[in-house]
């Protein structure tokens, strides 16, 4: 599971490297037959090149330093 502090980069952009600076559950928008699904995690990214971008966890993955 990825926490605060930990390099990671997008799967899709492999050279976007960065830290997670917060973490964040949000309510999801989705219905079932059931009732609603469960939050979502969105963990924020400040990149190496100073950029804040908000991912779902699902698009990251962790940097083997």
Known sequence: MLKVGDRV???????ATGT????????????????????IRKLVVRHDTSDIIIYTSNDLMRLDD
């Open 20 to 39: 997670i600076i917060e973490v964040k559950m949000e309510n999801t928008k989705t219905w079932m037959v059931g009732g609603a699904a469960s939050q």
């Open 9 to 15: 980069f997008p799967i899709m952009n492999m050279g």
